[in-house]
């Protein structure tokens, strides 16, 4: 499928459109941002790891019969995509504290919380992605209750199947993020699911593995980044 026009870009992925009209192709750059894109850094293979990673994630999910975007992958660093009505809402699962949790309520990091934690998050970076709940998505019209009842089902069933996931290559799945949108009225997970947006630490000695190397300085992310590739099984060449 041949990509048209340029229809966004955003901090790590650019939208192409398709000539049928359903469906869009991801381009995935080799861009790593943080700081809402303040600071942003270029690493070779990124855009290629986590367009890979995340297929390989999304098919996984889809197996275990959680509806993804997900139609194929197109070439290293393009997948093709249902195009979906993007819910303008951020879904976080927290199983360890760690990031923005440690620093609102001064938790120790890597405090496990059980039963895991659902946050929403507002999509906008001007105003640094703002917390929020479910009256504040009805009032504001960014979500319904019924939809925000189907995301936070299916966001802890992605944390079941991708904690055991990553257990099993020897990894704790700290905290993830999710956005989806709606396919034919249908909530459908979207976007991507890679160490971009997610925190991994190794089990044994407890490393970040994940964009938290980018975020604090931690050196040597594409290296991370393969191999939590390698240990769960994903082909990068
Ligand atoms: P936080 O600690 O900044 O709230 O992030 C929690 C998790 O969600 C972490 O794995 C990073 C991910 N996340 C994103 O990928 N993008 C975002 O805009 C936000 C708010 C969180």
């Not at 995340?54 to 070439?75: V, W």
């Not at 195009?83 to 938790?107: F, H, P, Q, T």
């Not at 396919?183 to 000695?205: A, H, M, Q, T, Y």
Request: glycine fraction near 6%; aromatic fraction near 10%; hydrophobic fraction near 40%.
């Amino acid at each position: 499928m041949q990509k048209l026009a340029e229809l966004y870009r955003g901090k790590a992925k650019t939208v192409y459109s398709t000539k049928n009209s359903n469906l869009l192709v991801l381009e995935f750059r080799n861009d790593t941002s943080a700081m809402d894109g303040q600071r942003i850094k270029q690493f070779t293979h990124k855009g290629i790891i986590n367009n890979k990673f995340s297929y390989f994630i999304m098919k996984k999910l889809e197996i275990e019969k959680i509806p993804t975007q997900i139609e194929k992958l197109l070439s290293d660093n393009e997948v093709l995509v249902k195009k979906l009505d993007m819910i303008s809402v951020e879904c976080v699962i927290r199983n360890r504290a760690a990031g923005s949790l440690v620093k609102r309520l001064g938790l120790k990091e890597g405090l496990e919380i059980k039963p895991a934690l659902f946050d929403l998050f507002l999509k906008n970076d001007a105003m640094h992605d703002p917390m929020i709940n479910e009256s504040y998505c009805i009032a504001f019209g960014w979500a319904s209750k019924k939809h925000i009842e189907n995301m936070q089902k299916l966001s802890y069933q992605v944390n079941n199947i991708l904690s055991r996931l990553f257990d099993n290559a020897g990894f704790i799945l700290i905290d993830f993020k999710l956005e989806f949108g709606l396919f034919k009225g249908n909530i459908v997970l979207g976007d991507e699911f890679s160490l971009d947006n997610c925190r991994l630490w190794d089990k044994n000695n407890l490393t970040k593995m994940d964009k938290d190397r980018f975020r604090q300085n931690l050196g040597n992310i594409i290296e991370s980044y393969k191999e939590v590739a390698r240990r769960i099984g994903v082909k990068l060449d």
